[in-house]
């Protein structure tokens, strides 16, 4: 059921038409999955390869895996736009996470080709190769090679077959030895845009087409492992007890009540109790946490007031507490002229402007790493994703190319007028 107005029937548009197609190639014969390096992975390229040269680009396929598209500007010596997304998939995916972005960018250029418009820069649609880390032990391997941050270590990680990332990228006809060559490091770029779907429910509820990302998400994930005493449960008095369980449920209970306080978002993803018996006090119970703020000072004050907690709510009860704090990432800012201009552009598309941070990462966090960086939202129904069931309307999808057409044409005027500007 449709909960928001739409204009564009779904068979209308170039965009959801080409996202149902690139479903049908799927290495599994009842779901939708692509992941990176598979033959299904490799198919896929080749047919967003077509749609690429169709819109006027000249194309290839760095070593690494990613498909690349330009339509060039006139002259040659140009910066670069890229514009992208992703085109792996999880096991038993939707047909939108990551392909809508690379479909949409590469909708926005066949609209200049059809329109006949020049640009003072390269566009360079990508679709990206393993943002989702499902199968080898890494995750954003195309990015990471377009930043410079390729380790020549990383093509002998195995996928759960023990099949090495070399030989994944032999088998799809690329070539290991020359991933250097697919860094973008040395290039004059102008900055990457990345249209995604939401992933989440704040633009269904406000009833938006579309939202600006203000910043992608630090995240920290922890182990936490509770240690106390089994014992029987019909003869232990409770006041005797060290139920290790019991002071990880007050744990979990103070991240949400934190959370909420401080405008971060915890989740707590993983529960076991040990020995796990109907008869036996929980001699160790072991969770996980994941935490996740656009404010990287916040997120680090969050994690020291929940790690106090977890030791009074553990000393309270004659139970130790140890972390194992395994990841972290920091939050990564949406350049502020970009977003200003996706603002810009919303607002004279007739939209309400809203901007709003992005939970989950993507390729866009490492592609700041080397260049100013702008995420457009798209809304998707019920917040649903990384499912069969997720859905993007026509009308929604429509909005986002026409948004980012509106947002490259100022774009084109700043630029032409700055380069105007150092010329003279
Ligand atoms: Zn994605």
Redesign the pocket.
């Known amino acids: 059921m449709q909960r928001w107005p739409c204009t564009v029937a779904n068979e209308m548009s170039r965009v959801i038409e080409r996202c149902e197609v690139l479903a049908q190639i799927s290495d599994s014969t009842d779901s939708i999955s692509r992941l990176y390096l598979s033959p299904a992975y490799r198919e896929g390229l080749l047919l967003v390869e077509q749609w690429m040269q169709a819109a006027g680009m000249s194309t290839w396929v760095d070593a690494v895996g990613n498909q690349w598209g330009r339509f060039a500007a006139v002259d040659p010596d140009a910066p670069v736009l890229i514009i992208g ?2 085109l792996d998939t999880i096991p038993n995916a939707g047909k939108f ?2 392909i809508l972005g690379v479909v949409c960018g590469i909708e926005v250029v066949a609209r200049l080709q059809a329109a006949g418009s020049t640009l003072p820069f390269h566009i360079d649609v990508v679709g990206f190769g393993d ?2 880390g499902v199968r080898f032990p890494i995750s954003m391997l195309g990015a990471r090679a377009v930043c410079g941050q390729w380790q020549p270590e990383w093509l002998e990680l195995a996928d759960a077959a023990g099949v090495t990332v070399r030989e994944a990228l032999l088998t799809c006809g690329l070539d290991p030895s020359k991933i250097g060559e697919a860094s973008r490091v040395n290039d004059r770029l102008l900055g990457y845009w990345e249209i ?2 939401e ?1 989440g429910p704040v633009l269904e509820q406000e009833s938006l087409p579309v939202g600006i990302v203000s910043a992608i998400a630090g995240a920290c994930r922890s182990r936490i492992c509770f240690t106390g005493d089994a014992g029987h449960a019909g003869t232990v008095p409770m006041n005797l007890r060290h139920d290790a369980l019991n002071a990880a449920a007050e744990f979990a209970l103070s991240v949400e009540r934190f959370a909420i306080t401080e405008g971060v978002v915890g989740t707590v993803g993983q529960f076991s109790v040990f020995p796990g018996a109907v008869n036996v006090i929980p001699a160790k119970a072991e969770c996980s946490l994941d935490l996740r703020s656009i404010d990287d000072d916040v997120l680090a004050r969050v994690l020291s007031e929940m790690q106090t907690t977890s030791r009074a709510a553990s000393a309270q009860r004659g139970v130790t507490v140890e972390w194992d704090v395994y990841h972290r990432a920091e939050a990564r800012h949406c350049a502020p002229h970009f977003v200003a201009l996706f603002e810009q552009a919303v607002a004279k598309h007739g939209q309400p402007v809203r901007v709003l941070p992005s939970g ?1 990462g ?1 390729d866009a966090m490492l592609m700041a790493n080397i260049t100013d960086m702008a995420m457009l939202f798209v809304r998707c129904k019920g917040g649903i ?1 990384h499912n069969p069931g997720e859905f993007v309307s026509a009308n929604d999808a429509e909005v986002a190319v026409d948004t980012v057409l509106i947002a490259l044409e100022e774009l084109a005027k700043t630029h032409t007028a700055d380069t105007r500007s150092t010329a003279s």
């Open positions: 997304s992703h996470d990551g943002e989702e995604h779907m992933q989950a993507h994703s």
